[in-house]
RNA sequence: GGGUAGAUACCGAAGUGGCCAAACGGGGCGGACUGUAAAUCCGCUGGCUUACGCCUUCGAUGGUUCGAAUCCAUCUCUGCCCA
């Protein structure tokens, strides 16, 4: 086992703030396993990976010996945290979350030693809570310390709602740090109130106060706001490794670095950017899939839009038995048939007319052609979408 | 509970009886250019239509009118102020 000096060292990296490297030091210093909090509501079914920086550095901890606790907020999930978030969330339903909790702990376990992982759910202790309890709960905290946070504040000044319930969830997260006695929670920066709060009724609870390790927050294939499924700006880790691969490789280089930085925990190589890119996308299908799966990536990417090779790329089917023989109609079905898009006829006319359909490799143009389609060509639909013909 | 202001397309925001499928900005999409990126330029951005045009849309429901996003009534939701 390495020193506690070492182990900070090795935690720090990647990190955005800690509260306190005395305090983490001190508990290092132990020589017992720490009991190291990561909450995660499941919201969606699936993570991505603006959500594996916590678990990689969860991860982490584990391999320098401490106890990984996992809580599944099923509870919390059904009010939604208001961190960074300018409208409240829709509220789900319990059975939406555990079918979600499901997959999810399949996924995080791509990530952390399910040998050394302790997942819990919250609702098992708050669905037991009283009302009075829950009343003792708030009497710990202010209105005034709620209004600091930026995001109700935000809303405030906006003259949007902020519901009571939403005022809760800082409340819950900090009791679930009491519930497990956590040594050290990691959460991103947005979750710094949230935190303290866990603080503060650990302390009211006779407890040591927990550490508060903050990570900084992916930034979503947009560059500017924060990876979330609800803005699709999001990788998921479950996702097909040519998915993964061609959405890395949609970023921009400002974004490649922070990637490199918070997902591989090392500067962009001194090689050509492309390159570089390709690394970084190919290194995290490997991560999720298998080093085969990310050549294969690279090689499918490289074929398609590199070479612009669409002939010998796997590309999805699509039977033109049945369809009218016009463009319009062909691109509508392919769309529809391939891609589970729904494109109107409108919209797919403007696609020929601006020219982002080919034929073989031959704009089309002309909304009202009915070129001569056989089985085995290809026909392009926009950037990243193209069909074979049959 | 009382007063008051508001609800417009993906988002923000004009429009206050016909010239409104609805300005403008953002976002999104397509094209050119590139490294498939970024930046830039051009175009598109309710549905059906080759087109003329037709249909549905401005919180909801009714009403006035030849004609309503615009006027009236009721309802729903939200902000602010007062209690």
Redesign the pocket.
Known sequence: MKSPEEQLAILKRGSAQIISDDELLAKLRLGRPLNVKLGVDPTAPDIHLGFTVGLSKLRQFQDLGHQAILIIGDFTAMIGDPSGRSKARRQLTHDEVMANATTFKQQAFKILDPSRTKVVFNGEWFELMTFDSVMKLNAHVTLQQMLQREDFRKR?DA????YLHEIQYPIMQGWDSVMIKADVELGGTDQLLNCHVGRSLQREEGQHEQVIFLLPLLEGL??VNKMSKSLDNYVGVAEAPEMMF?KL????????ARYYELLLCEPVPEI???EA??QLAARLVARYHSEEAAQAARAE??MR??KKDLDHAELPSLALAGLPPDI?SVV?AAYAQCFQITK????A???VE???I?LRSE?VGD??ATPAMCAGDVL?L???RAVRLA
């Open positions: 405030l003259g949007e709602p902020v947009d560059g061609g490789m949609s970023i921009g280089d400002t974004l490649m050509h950017p492309m890119k390709k990417f490289e839009f590199s319009v509508v109107s006829r409108g919209d006319r403007r696609l601006q020219g982002s080919q704009k909304a009202k392009k926009d950037k990243t």
